[in-house]
């Protein structure tokens, strides 16, 4: 949760946030409406060595043992096709490693309790909760009234199991009143390993509590034990939408979870942070495990995501992120879009002392943000941490700050060392505003594309303001092969980002390495072709 608010008022253009994190929907795409083309990243000092994360594991077709539920069924039948179990819980309490449960077409109105009893195996194999193919099986909480005294307020609770997969539901309709309750559509806590949710749908999981008190969450994935983690986490084709989550977030990664995969999911449409990365509240009781950690987070996009409207904050506060690495560590973020919430993405620590670290944000698209379309450290000097040892290569900003705070583009605060900044293309809004701040430790920046159209381009730093790249350059030292032109998008109102013809940003980033730029860009083309690699988030 953050502590500050991202108010309209910046009297010191210090970013404050609102939103989810430590108080703490179906798997589609959207295509954006206006998308842009990215920088090319030139090699920056220090260098800094991009985290090593596991490779993504591509879905599978579940084998196993079949057994069937539907909501015509009986849980005194067999579970088999012909006579099915009535109940998802009947089965998921009846069978073992190496099952697969398919549920039949219709809504079940229960929740579902995976425990420790319940768990698949690694010799046994997973048990898989699945919707039978091309059927749609609703898990609906309208008329579930959860009790504050209840460990499971999720319609799907995942508890110290390992090896278990939830495939292809529609999750929805869960609400609460309570301060004292935290309903969730699917919530998987304490350690285990191999734990993967696939294209799920969860919506309209709702607190009605007007005040910062009230939490919700869209998939709550907590690691609350030490050493033990949640370990091979996948979290893929997933839509989250609709929500309101007060202090809460739509999608929460937070305290020992490492080794996890966030991809192709899509959230859209809810009242507080997209999906979030927490380290250093305190979820796991030994502090050295305290961090998300060792993620790869790609092929999200993630929409209309605003606090504006949130009862948690003060009226009028825009503090919602899309994308939210708050104190986690070793995380690349690549080939997301992330567009109309209010902060596009954001890495830092909102506790004092501790950091958001070894974050990569490479070949992203982030665009028409209410504030600003990247934020690095913490909104206070003295109440929050910082950022350290990240890397922002190949991304491309696109006007974004359309609230017109003064935020701008990029929005630089407290404590940050060793970041590298290179190879973006980065497209101010009609105020001009490239990067804002208070940060007196500027970014290592190198082979950036700025662009203000008519506007005059600005870069505000230490307390001045340079109305040219010529300038910035003397004054900080940065930049030395950066440009300011028109990076010729070929239609950015229609939705594409793409390099046009005769762009000055073709082969015209700084090469780094295979390790640092990834090796595909925003739409899955070679990241490198050619004499040279682009400016941006796309090759030409």
Not at 434 to 463: C, E, H, R
Request: include cysteine; charged fraction near 10%; proline fraction near 6%.
């Amino acid at each position: 949760m953050k502590n500050g608010i991202f108010a309209i008022c910046l009297l010191t253009l210090a970013l404050a946030g609102c939103g989810g994190g430590g108080s703490s929907s179906s798997g589609g795409s959207t295509t954006p409406t206006s998308p842009i083309t990215p920088p090319i990243v030139p090699p920056v000092t220090p260098p800094i060595t991009p985290p090593t994360i596991p490779p993504i594991t591509p879905p599978v077709t579940p084998v196993g043992t079949p057994y069937y539920v539907a909501p015509t069924g009986s849980d005194s039948n067999p579970g088999t096709l012909a006579l099915p179990w009535k109940t998802l819980q009947k089965a998921v309490s009846t069978v073992g490693p190496g099952s697969v449960i398919n549920a039949r077409a219709g809504t079940y109105t229960e929740q579902v309790i995976f425990t420790t009893a319940n768990s698949g195996s690694a010799s046994g194999g997973y048990i898989t909760l699945q919707n039978y193919p091309g059927e749609k099986a609703i898990i609906d909480g309208t008329s579930i009234v959860l009790s504050a005294n209840s460990a499971n307020m999720a319609l799907v609770n995942l508890t110290d199991v390992s090896y278990v997969r939830v495939i292809g539901f529609e999750i929805c309709n869960l609400t609460t009143n309570s301060a004292a309750i935290v309903p969730a559509g699917i919530f998987v806590s304490g350690s285990g390993s191999n734990i993967e949710l696939r294209n799920n749908y969860v919506h309209n999981i709702v607190t009605t509590v007007n005040s910062a008190s009230g939490n919700a969450f869209g998939i709550g994935i907590y690691g609350t034990e030490a050493p033990a983690s949640i370990n091979g986490l996948i979290l893929d084709g997933n839509e989250v939408a609709f929500l309101k989550t007060g202090s809460s977030e739509s999608v929460s990664v937070n305290g020992n979870v490492e080794n996890f995969q966030v991809t192709n999911n899509v959230v859209h449409d809810n009242d507080n942070i997209g999906i979030d990365f927490i380290g250093f509240e305190g979820t796991s009781p030994n502090p050295a495990y305290d961090q998300a950690r060792n993620g790869e987070v790609s092929g999200n996009v993630v929409y209309n995501i605003s606090s504006y409207v949130n009862s948690a904050y003060p009226s009028g506060s825009y503090g919602a992120d899309g994308l939210y690495v708050d104190g986690g560590t070793n995380i690349v973020m690549e080939r997301n879009i992330v567009y109309q919430t209010d902060i596009g993405i954001e890495v830092a620590s909102e506790h004092a002392g501790h950091l958001g670290s070894f974050v990569t944000l490479r070949s992203n698209l982030i665009y028409k943000n209410n504030l600003t379309g990247i934020s690095l450290g913490g909104t206070s000097a003295t109440a929050n941490g910082g950022t350290d040892s990240c890397g922002i290569f190949n991304n491309t900003l696109y006007q974004n700050d359309t609230t017109g705070s003064g935020t701008g583009e990029i929005a630089l605060q407290n404590h940050l060392t060793n970041i590298q900044f290179a190879n973006n293309v980065v497209i101010s809004s009609t105020q001009g505003i490239f990067i804002s701040g208070v940060s007196s430790a500027l970014p290592a920046m190198n082979g950036d594309l700025y662009f203000s159209g008519g506007a005059t381009g600005t870069w505000q730093w230490k307390g001045a303001t340079y109305n040219s790249l010529a300038a910035f350059t003397t004054a900080s030292g940065n930049e030395k092969n950066g440009l300011a032109a028109d990076p010729v998008l070929i239609s950015p109102t229609a939705g594409n980002f793409k390099l046009g013809a005769g762009s000055p940003a073709i082969n015209a980033g700084i090469a780094l390495t295979a390790t640092q730029v990834g090796s595909l860009d925003l739409a899955g083309n070679p990241r490198v072709q050619s004499t040279g690699i682009d400016i941006g988030a796309y090759e030409h």
